[in-house]
């Protein structure tokens, strides 16, 4: 067995990025039918002071000596006025893209239910007929994906956010493709599954090159192995959140120009349903897609609505502390 250690240790850095890519929510939700001590919301960003610059959808957060404290998921808030003409006499409108990764603290959920609540309207991604159910909490998710986002809840000490998200609140709009626009726009782009999957193995390879950083060391392993429960989810928390942060990797396997399924087709629905709900007169609107959709997001908001970014929220998702150092 420890012989094979510093072998595992070599190969590692090929595999986060694709469980990674299981939480950061390139995957499709699938329907039933087919200040941080508190683990809350931090202190709010100022707008970026150039137009070119991106918001961040995820970061890691340090405390003042350094010390990996949490995974952060954000809230970006956009805007605007809602019709055309002069700005004169046309209402403001907020957009916020809310950054999600399908696991999660317990905290991290009940903020995001009590974040919601204040919307007009949450616009939310789940591959499913218009008429479809709400995902119920409990139930065993449908699919490989689902039951595999599921079952890392044990291994990373985290709650699975189809259990903990209130999707049967009123203001919730379904805002994805059906199974079967889903299927017909991957065949019209020549997609399979598999050849997304070989699409993220090669840049998870590319990115696994000596000195770009996520290399394990075999202490690192034994603690997988051999340490306490929760020291062993820590660790594990730790060496997938370096991962996460790496937004560029998810965004060349399945963005870039030429786009996918995954991303650019859903995103462009859930863009749909988004003026739709401006037309009905909805002025606070949020996006609840996974954090590797945000990208794109934040390039159609501006170009194709007029909206620019403003603050952002952060909240934390994962606790990354030392359980010796959490208070």
């Known amino acids: 067995m420890t012989g094979a250690l510093p072998v595992v240790a070599r190969l590692w850095p090929r595999f986060p990025l694709l469980l990674a890519a299981l939480l950061a929510a390139p995957t499709p939700l699938r329907s039933e039918d087919h200040g941080r001590s508190g683990r809350g919301i931090a202190a709010a960003a100022p707008a970026s ?45 907020q957009v916020d893209l809310v950054a999600a990764v399908h696991l999660g603290g317990s905290d991290y959920y009940e903020t995001l239910n009590r974040l919601f609540t204040e919307y007009d309207a949450v616009l939310y991604e789940l591959v499913a007929p218009p008429n479809a159910r709400v995902p119920k909490p409990g139930r065993k998710p449908p699919g490989a994906i689902g039951t595999a986002q599921q079952g890392l809840t044990k291994l990373l000490g985290l709650e699975f956010q189809l259990e903990r998200v209130d999707y049967a609140a009123g203001n919730f709009v379904h805002a994805d493709l059906s199974p079967q626009q889903f299927d017909a726009a991957m065949a019209k782009r020549g997609e399979t599954w598999w050849s997304m999957f070989s699409r993220l193995m090669s840049e998870s390879m590319a990115r696994a090159e000596p000195g770009r950083g996520g290399d ?17 989810q820590v660790r594990l928390r730790r060496l997938m959140a370096e991962q996460f942060t ?11 120009e030429e786009g996918s399924t995954l991303i650019t087709d859903r995103n462009a629905a859930a863009l749909q349903i988004l003026r739709h709900e401006m037309g009905k007169g909805n002025r606070h609107i949020a996006i609840f897609y996974g954090a590797a959709h945000m990208d794109d997001f ?12 403003g603050e952002t929220l952060w909240l934390e998702a994962w606790d990354l502390r030392e359980p010796a150092g959490r208070r």
């Open 216 to 232: 394990v060391g075999v202490g690192d392993l034994f603690g997988l192995l051999f340490g306490s429960e929760d020291g062993r």
């Open 49 to 93: 002071e150039s137009e070119d610059e991106r918001p961040q959808f995820l970061r890691l957060s340090h405390d003042d000596g350094g010390r990996l404290q949490s995974l952060d998921t954000s809230i970006v808030q956009y805007h605007g006025h809602a019709g055309g003409g002069t700005r004169r006499g046309r209402e403001a409108i």
């Open 246 to 256: 790496d937004m560029d990797a998810l965004t060349a396997a399945f963005g870039g």
């Open 298 to 309: 934040d390039r159609r908001l501006r170009a194709d609505f007029g909206l620019q970014p």
